[in-house]
């Protein structure tokens, strides 16, 4: 059975740092993202890696305060945001994709998706 489990979200002030995981579990996968979702709003892409070359790219929103890496030993994905503002306030998502180890920002690449961890920034 294949799942992806996030974990480190949470309350935090504004310019404050949060590190998000994501475990995965039941196969390796060729490319993570993160994701999020704010109240109202659609889904957004926030950063992606590949697994095997560790490509990585960010949405200008976080580009700069955010880096994406992998632990390939423990299979899971990290997101670690910094300088956090009001704005990322969000319901935050990891998912994965099979297939060619490319980078992609299209959450309609991604077959695989966890439950999500809360991120609230307060100002």
């Known amino acids: 059975q294949v799942t992806l489990v996030e974990s480190g979200g949470g309350y935090v002030q504004a310019g404050g740092s949060l590190r998000l995981s994501c475990a995965a579990s039941?196969?390796?996968?060729?490319?993570y993202g993160w994701f999020r979702q704010a109240p109202k709003k659609e889904r957004e892409f926030v950063a992606a890696i590949t697994w095997s070359g560790g490509t990585t790219g960010y949405a200008d929103s976080v580009k700069g305060r955010s880096t994406i890496t992998r632990d390939n030993a423990k299979n899971t994905v990290y997101l670690q945001m910094n300088s956090l503002k009001p704005e990322d306030t969000a319901v935050y998502y990891c998912?994965?994709?099979?297939?060619?180890?490319?980078?992609?920002?299209?959450?309609?690449?991604?077959?695989?998706w966890g439950r999500g961890t809360q991120v609230t920034v307060s100002s």
């Open positions: 039941g196969r390796t996968f060729s490319t």
């Open positions: 998912a994965a994709r099979s297939g060619i180890p490319i980078y992609s920002d299209a959450k309609e690449s991604y077959a695989y």
